[in-house]
């Protein structure tokens, strides 16, 4: 991609600015992204991989606008270097998250049927029979207790599982795997255990998928291995639809560890929480506060010149988009950096937005209420273990969130 641009003002393009995606402690948000924030609606970054610059978009109404215009294209990433936060995994074909409409639809419906509200219904009583069992181990061993190895970490593996059809003795290897994918640890090291997981998990689900093409069940890589077999989708393609279906589990774990970490911090907070008739707008709120992730996600790259703001991003120019900014932007939501349990309206923008909107959603926020609820239900007085200031945090990886919470109860 050229060095060079142009705005329709006559004014100089913004500066490039080098965003190296600090180790951040607690819900700190991130200082340059607020930095970029200010500096205008538009502005243009360097990440630490990848090649060249690409503009960023960080208003809500923007944001809004470049995820659900089909002219910013995914689909064109897999022919091109783009800077990035994390090194560089060529995508599989069937990858919903770089393909435009109308293929997206089609590489999508196949799954569609298992994350719909009425079966996330279904899954409720079941997932809460897992979280229950998970508890009934934490409460008869006492406290302290780390809730994320005990509690936050098992229940999204053992309920995405149960979703995708994983059997029970591949889910610990399963999510070995996933950990380490998702790791954006530096060094060549790093790397290659990132590609051998990489490698493992999708021979693996490659394996498990022509396993169920006489499938009749209503898991994952059933309706993937039946949608194979009537010709449907390509066998490349259900597992590259299955990989980041069964990797976005890791996502609960981390954000209901910065929901829990806040509600321990925050006795306000707590207070709210543990009123249930009005716990549910309280996490509404959360998601949009919690910074879910580091740096930005995958970006989209202009089909055609789109002007916006005064500047026009040229046909094959990379743009990002950031959620965390979008869901911080003070036009939509009055004292952004605030948390204010009863706003309203509260369009946040913490599952996506467009044809891209987290196929997961429903299933995200099922696993939250239930651990929130559970946890503060059956450990009453529950509180920090340690003090706040010694919580580790996880460093080096696309999902933030604590390494570990320890915590007592009455």
Request: proline share 10%; hydrophobic share 40%.
């Amino acid at each position: 991609m050229t060095e060079e641009t142009t705005t329709l003002t006559g004014q100089a393009p913004p500066p490039v600015r080098d965003w190296p995606i600090p180790d951040l402690d607690g819900t700190a948000f991130d200082p340059v992204l607020a930095e970029l924030m200010r500096e205008g609606p538009l502005t243009r970054i360097r990440l630490p991989y990848g090649e060249g610059w690409a503009w960023l978009a960080t208003r809500h109404e923007d944001v809004r606008l470049i995820t659900d215009d089909p002219r910013f294209s995914r689909a064109v990433l897999t022919a091109r270097q783009v800077p990035r936060t994390a090194p560089h995994f060529p995508p599989l074909p069937g990858s919903l998250a770089r393909a435009d409409q109308p293929d997206h639809d089609r590489l999508r419906k196949p799954v569609a049927g298992a994350f719909t509200v009425a079966a996330m219904k279904r899954m409720r009583s079941r997932a809460r029979r897992m979280l229950d069992a998970l508890v009934d181990g934490v409460v008869a061993d006492g406290p302290p207790a780390d809730l994320v190895e005990r509690v936050l970490e098992p229940f999204p593996v053992a309920v995405v599982g149960e979703v995708m059809g994983v059997p029970a003795t591949d889910r610990e290897q399963v999510h070995t795997w996933t950990r380490r994918i998702i790791s954006a640890s530096g060094g060549p090291e790093a790397a290659e255990a990132a590609e051998e997981a990489r490698r493992g998990l999708y021979g693996w689900i490659t394996e498990t998928v022509r396993a169920r093409a006489a499938g009749t069940g209503d898991d994952v890589y059933s309706l993937l291995g039946a949608a194979v077999a009537r010709g449907e989708i390509g066998e490349e393609e259900a597992v590259g639809l299955a990989g980041p279906l069964q990797i976005g589990g890791e996502a609960v774990t981390h954000t209901c560890g910065q929901m829990l970490y806040l509600l321990l911090t925050r006795p306000e907070l707590m207070e709210r929480a543990l009123d249930v008739e009005r716990r549910v707008p309280l996490l509404d709120e959360l998601l949009r506060y919690i910074p879910h992730r580091s740096g930005v996600g995958l970006p989209r790259v202009a089909l055609e010149d789109v002007d916006l703001h005064g500047v026009r991003i040229a046909k094959g120019q990379p743009v990002y988009v950031s959620y965390l900014a979008a869901n911080r932007d003070p036009d939509v939501f009055p004292d952004p950096d605030g948390i204010d349990p009863d706003r309203e309206p509260n369009p946040h923008l913490a599952f996506g937005n467009g044809p891209h909107f987290c196929t997961g959603a429903v299933l995200a926020r099922l696993q939250t209420e239930l651990l929130v609820d559970t946890l503060l239900r059956r450990l009453p007085g529950l509180r920090l273990a340690v003090p706040a200031g010694e919580i580790r945090w996880r460093r080096r990886t696309m999902i933030r969130g604590p390494q570990a919470l320890p915590c007592r109860w009455d």
